[in-house]
């Protein structure tokens, strides 16, 4: 059994993602919104303004720009863990969909779990969600599922230049399972697997814009 | 903060193709070198620089024998879909697969091949043994190619000085792995088999390179006021 460390982000080189340690402490609801709003940040309930920390696009690579990135990968990752931890139990999936929800909702949730234990206390809580009836309906499920895994490749390709080389690393393999995801599910749908020759990076504000248009962040 | 990049934006003005004219021929020779594990040593007659050295300029050293590196894998890619393509052996889903792939493969070397400018290496020699002549090996072998180049890219990108060429490999790395991620599809295995995909450093990719055989031999290359490089 390993040794239990507080493991914080100065430290998270040394983590193999493979080593998930069990339980840590982590904010109540109250306090993270505290912090954010602390920090100028706004939260709106609809959804449309995630986070709202000022984008640190100039800073050079850092512990502090880390944790912020790592926080903006987990909210991501959070809420793919949760569509497919849904979708799984919902009943609505059957075949090849179903296979696809359970072994990615397992890989997303690893992702969860390594992220916090990468962010230890600057870890953000988990968001309440509502996916509106996608995990409820296959076809649904099938096309909010592509859209979910390629923005994550987008998100994640976006921040790179942004990461300590260290967290680079880490993220490089996180990213890469994600565009196998978004192959994946493509080819479900009878989409294209891989649609370009090279894939987007996008801006956290992008992203973060994109998800608060679903609505599925609901606090 | 550009929102979204992509390869054509990061070099818009030609700015990374002029960056790498600056840099001294014996950059090109440091990949090279390593590179020599591929065909056991052995280099064949290729490219001659007819680039004048110069000093070097934003990009490094580095970024130049990693974009090597990348082109290498790169031109084999490239090369391995579109001898498969030619061959007729391939139907249906496989070769469609074959046919996409192959192209981004292709755009893929176009693409570093103009960031590289002239201390782009050429391409290698290829001998796929068989393998884009037949289904069964073309999928088993399209599966290994495609993983390891996932791997490989992975690899180098924590390593990678420059932003623009970071992006552009980042942006490479995750179509890698969608085409991984499909084939493995098409062959009926498992498209993304963990959680955390794995690493692998230069010098391991190019021994497995060796390995497979595949390059019978590498371009030399000389240039003005740097060491020789021939075999």
Redesign the interface.
Known sequence: MPEQHHLTLEVVERVD??DLVDERSRDTRAAFLKKAVGAGGVIAVSGVVIGGLP?L??AAPGAAQDAEILNFALLLEYLEAEFYTQAESGGALDGEALEFAK??G??ER??VE?LMKALGDKANPKPTFDFKGTTEDQEMFIQTAIVLEDTG?AAY??Q???LT??V??SA?????????????IR?IAGE???P????????K??IETAVGDTGFITS | ???????LDVDRDGAIEETFERIKETDRSGFLKRAAILTGGIMGGGAVLGALARPAGAATATDVAIANFALTLEYLEAEFYTQAEASGALTGDLAGFAK??G??ER??VD?LKKMLGSAAVAKPTFDFKGTTEEEGPFRETAQVLEDTG?AA??GQ???VET?DV???A?????????????IR?LNGN???P??????LSMDAVLTAVQGTGFITSMPAMTGNGSPSFTG
């Open positions: 993602p493979a984008a696009v100039t072994t990615v397992a890989h690893a992702h390594f490749v390709n976006g790179g230049a942004r080389k260290e680079l690393a490089a393999s996180v990213v890469s399972v994600e565009a196998r995801h978004a192959a994946w080819d294209p697997p891989a370009k020759a090279f894939d987007d990076l996008k801006s504000e992008e | 903060m550009t929102s979204r990049l992509t390869l996409v792939v192209e981004h755009v893929h693409a996932v890219y992975a990108a924590p390593r932003d970071l992006n552009a980042l942006a490479i790395h995750t179509v890698e792995a969608r085409h991984a991620a499909w599809h498992p498209p993304a963990e959680a955390f995909d794995k690493a």
